[in-house]
């Protein structure tokens, strides 16, 4: 995706009314008091010349100096002299001639540079700067010696404002308050606990600016832009942001600062967040005593966790921190260059594939392609060009030959005014275009009219450099990579706007972490400590029997506090069953419980009997018995502590119930019982039992509502000890199950019943029995199809069985062929009107309807309980892709005159929102007809998201962006 650079012109010069002035090396000085018309002087046309004018060669033993400043006028505050021989411009000065620039007023000004046709056989360019020099003015000296002289020169002083130097800042605040927490200052890091936020603050320092010094643009907060970019992804604008880290880790924050110019300054912080430590260094001594022992915890914390700052996310990608504005001034086989320092790879790290650096961009502008060659540098020196448009002999010899095609919206025959700028990117892997020699050879252009009319190379792709990055084999990641722009012709100037690196995020070795120390760490006070109470190591007696917590608390070296909790188990005496009643003479013991579940079992009692353990008295549940009847003590006595717990054991008789029984009817009266205290009655079943008068009667009468087998229990209240017996309610009669007969007869197999009984029936037609009606087996004959229902009543009971007998359809199918679009899914219906039928399809569903998005044929097999069939079906699919186009130009031509996305008219419901580079909303409908032809918009690049609905097609939300040039 390719983004246009919209610039805000700060100044238009007109130089319809002014004609430039010309300007001799032995003038009077156009100083502060008389300075040049920089209206007049706008370039790039020849104004300052030798003493011989245009006329002449200069003289022996000239030694002139000139000053000249500028007036300031249309916003410019700075001055640029540009010397060439590429452009036309005359440029002989004798070796031993030298011509003397300097960075203000006068000769004691800080030296430019001194040239001639030696040192510069091409010629030179200098701009007045601002840490140097507040005048903008340049000092110009000619010395010349008794020996040879040349023609000497035709050379430009223009006047031009360049973007003035900021210094950004931020500051951080935790939760909003306090001092600024950023260490070191703007660039340092914020150290927080989790859950804390940061209030981020940006400022910054205009020193140029037209508010400090009267002249140049105006820069100040309220027109520079604020962005804010964090490493999870999000972002924001503003002078001041509040950032909460999701997560306990690391997190990189990049401000930009971006003026009128437009030029750019970028600052970066980190977000470290607490960790939570490892609290493995505490040691307990033992985590188990006994009631009124002590114990030693000693105190501990570790601090083992690190944290990765991960800068590959959506906001933030390795050499994506662009490098900011860079003027290519008019110069005359000169080089220009600019820097970016790649940082966080692992030392010694290397590119080792074309695909580890993914693209280089530059947004930029320059009037004239024909002079421009373009090198980058990798941190041990290796070179690549990334293009050659020069034909004569610059860094490479040979280019293509640009010629007047623009970079950009240029701002052509002029010197300093920024036009608007393109971006441009190169990849050796993922380019769509070819180099800029072959696509300019294919007239890969496009029309630009504002700031100057003219052909720019395309910027809606990626081009291929003319070498490959698989050059910088063996580059380092880490280090200094530059730029170099060369101008070999004194013709046009131009800006590089921002450029950046892109390396392929998947060899970012994420190695950046951070571990968090401990501050301080205490025991919770606790009157259970009996000593060391301010000590790492604590003394303890827990007061009472189970689980007794102690609480270490820490603070780190961020502020954070965190705390784990050291338990002691305070182990209790056995635990023992309570007091309980047992029947007969034997009982088995449960619940029991002690420490490591060891220990040993004494009994005594107030009568004469002895009680037997098994398997022996050391068993944690024994099962004892005694040979009289009686109550008894039992005590377990644990081996640990030597503590004991006892339960009291009656044994009496179990209680006595009636024996099985069989019955036909409901209703039935218990007899028989008797227990040795009362009881009480439960049952289990196959309905609802109920007991006359209740469930507390010895002998109650009982009442069921559903036929089977009971269980009926009865509980002896004093001894707890159930007996149980079985009432079996004579079921309905046994009837075959229900079953399916694709002919017409069905014989009946499985009746059972207590003595005979009777059949009848139900369904759609007729039945004939055979013998008769009155077996329990008959041979049935129906004479229509369809569910028939079979009662078999008992003679006994007068109780009905019933069971199903179905005589099913044949099945059948009838498919039709479909048409629908790519994308798309519609239903190919195979249901029968039997609804016992089972689908095949030969795309393995088994459902009687499929929904299919593929074109070609579909089988079916249909297998119903008597038979099958099998049908077939073809589905032919339309292509309703729906996609954007990348340039509108409604200049009425019907090429591109509208925003149009083919394919629409299948989703007559789609909604389209349209957004300029600011994300400023511009247009927006739910019900997009592709008749948007940007004629109230400027040129430029929109974005634009596309919701795509109202048709049987699923399509995605598009979005992207697109150029409009009118």
């Known amino acids: 995706m ?88 005359l440029f002989d000065v004798h070796e031993s001639d030298t011509i003397f620039i300097y960075d203000g007023i006068g000769v004691n000004a800080p030296l430019l540079g001194a040239h001639n046709s030696s040192t510069d056989p091409a010629g030179f360019t200098h701009v007045s700067t601002f840490q140097n020099n507040t005048t903008g003015c340049l000092t110009v000296r000619f010395k010349s010696d008794t020996a040879l002289t040349g023609t000497g020169w035709d050379a430009n002083i223009s006047c031009l404002q360049l973007p003035q130097p900021f210094t950004p800042h931020m500051e951080a605040f935790i939760n909003g308050t306090g001092a600024n927490a950023l260490d070191p200052v703007d660039t340092g890091y914020v150290d927080v606990c989790f859950g804390d936020s940061i209030l981020f603050v940006a400022s910054d320092e205009f020193p140029y600016s037209l508010e400090n010094t009267g002249v140049g643009y105006s820069q100040n907060s309220s027109n520079v832009v604020y962005k804010w970019n964090f490493s999870d992804g999000s972002s924001a604008l503003g002078d001041s942001v509040w950032f909460t880290p999701p997560t306990r880790s690391g997190y990189l924050v990049t401000l930009k600062i971006t003026d009128l110019f437009p030029q750019s300054q970028s600052i970066i912080s980190k977000v470290r967040v607490s960790t939570i430590p490892s609290f493995s260094g505490i040691i307990n001594n033992r985590d188990s005593i006994c009631f009124g022992d002590t114990t030693v915890i000693l105190g501990g914390v570790t601090a083992t966790d690190t944290v990765g700052v991960n800068p590959t996310d959506a906001s933030f990608q390795l050499g994506g921190t662009f490098a900011g504005l860079v003027y290519l001034p008019d110069g005359s086989g000169s080089n220009y260059t600019d820097t970016i320092n790649i940082s966080g790879f692992l030392p010694g ?42 034909n004569g002999n610059g860094l490479a010899p040979g280019g293509f030959g640009g010629g007047g095609t623009f970079l950009g919206n240029a701002y052509d025959m002029n010197l300093g005014n920024p036009g608007v700028g393109m971006e441009y990117c190169w990849s050796s892997t993922y380019n769509t275009w070819g180099d800029f020699a072959t696509e300019y050879g294919n007239g890969n252009t496009v029309p630009v009219t504002t700031p100057s009319s003219g052909n720019a190379m395309n910027p809606n792709g990626i081009y291929l450099p003319e070498d490959s990055y698989i050059n910088f084999a063996g580059c380092p990641l880490n280090g200094n990579w530059y730029i170099t722009v060369r101008d070999n012709q004194g013709i046009d100037d131009g800006y590089i706007f921002e450029w950046g690196i892109l390396f392929d995020p998947t060899i970012n070795p994420n ?72 029947c007969n003479n034997q009982f088995q013991i449960t619940g029991t419980s002690s420490y490591q579940s060891l220990g040993v079992w004494t009994w005594n009692t107030n009568g004469a009997g002895t009680v037997t353990f098994s398997p022996s008295n050391t068993a944690l549940n024994p099962t004892i018995s005694v040979d009289v009847i009686g109550d008894y003590i039992l005590t377990y006595t644990d081996n640990q502590c030597n503590q004991d717990s006892s339960f009291n054991i009656t044994f009496a008789p179990s209680p006595a119930i009636q024996s099985d029984e069989t019955i036909c009817v409901k209703d039935y009266q218990i007899t028989g019982t008797s227990s040795f205290n009362g009881g009480e009655w439960t049952y289990s079943g196959p309905g609802t039992l109920t007991f006359l008068p209740n469930d507390t009667t010895s002998n109650p009468e009982i009442n069921v509502d559903t036929e089977g087998i009971y269980t009926i229990t009865y509980t002896d209240n004093q001894c707890n000890i159930s007996n149980s017996f079985e009432l079996n309610v004579v079921p309905t009669p046994t009837v075959p199950t229900n079953d399916t007969s694709c002919v017409n007869q069905f014989q009946f197999v499985g009746t059972s019943s207590y003595n005979g009984g009777v059949w009848s029936y139900s369904g759609p037609g007729n039945v004939t029995f055979t013998a008769n009606d009155t077996i329990e087996n008959p041979l049935i004959e129906v004479d229509k199809k369809g569910l028939y229902t079979f ?50 399809w030969n795309t393995g569903s088994t459902s ?22 099998e049908d077939t079906a073809m589905v032919y699919l339309n292509d309703c892709t729906l996609f954007g186009v990348n340039v509108v130009t409604p200049n009425g031509d019907g090429i591109n005159d509208f925003l149009v996305f083919p394919n629409l008219n299948y989703y007559p419901e789609s909604s389209l929102v349209i957004f300029n580079r600011w994300g400023i909303k511009i247009y927006e409908t739910d019900n997009y007809k592709n008749d948007w032809d940007g004629s109230d918009q400027s040129d430029g690049t929109y974005f634009f998201v596309l919701v795509p609905d109202g048709a049987s097609v699923d399509a995605k939300l598009i979005k992207g962006t697109f150029t409009l040039l009118k």
């Open 791 to 840: 009662t078999f009543t008992d003679n006994q009971c007068a109780k009905d069985s019933t069971f199903e007998v179905y005589f099913p359809q044949y099945v059948a199918s009838n498919l039709s062929d479909l048409t629908f679009c790519i994308g798309s899914e519609e239903s190919l219906d195979a249901a029968t009107a039997a609804n016992e039928a089972t689908y095949l």
């Open 349 to 390: 790290q290397t590119l080792t594939s074309a695909s580890d650096l993914e693209q280089l961009c530059l947004t930029m502008e320059h009037s004239y392609l024909g002079d421009l060659e373009m090198t980058l540098t990798c941190p041990n020196g290796t070179s690549i060009n990334i293009f050659n448009a020069y």
């Open 511 to 582: 190695n950046e972490t951070y571990i968090t120390s401990i501050a301080s760490g205490a025991w919770v006070n606790d009157p259970s400590i009996i000593s060391g109470q301010n000590d790492t190591a604590i003394v303890v007696q827990p007061p009472t029997i189970g689980i007794y917590n102690y609480t270490y608390e820490v603070s780190d070296n961020f502020g954070c506090d965190y705390d784990t909790t050291v338990s002691v188990y305070v182990l209790p005496k056995p635990s023992v069953m309570s007091d309980t009643i047992a």
């Open 2 to 89: 390719k983004n246009i650079l919209i610039i805000i012109v700060l100044f238009l010069f007109s130089i319809a009314a002014h004609s430039q002035s010309t300007i001799l090396i032995n003038d009077a000085d156009l100083d502060t008091l008389n300075p040049l018309d920089c209206m007049a002087n706008a370039g790039p046309d020849a104004n300052f010349f030798d003493t011989g004018n245009n006329t002449a060669n200069y003289s022996d033993n000239e030694n002139d100096t000139i000053v000249v400043c500028p007036d300031y006028a249309g916003g410019t505050t700075k001055l640029s002299i540009s010397f060439g021989v590429n452009s036309g411009l």
């Open 848 to 869: 009687p309807s499929i929904m299919v998005q593929d074109s070609g044929m579909y089988y079916v097999e249909i297998t119903g309980l008597c038979n099958s069939v």
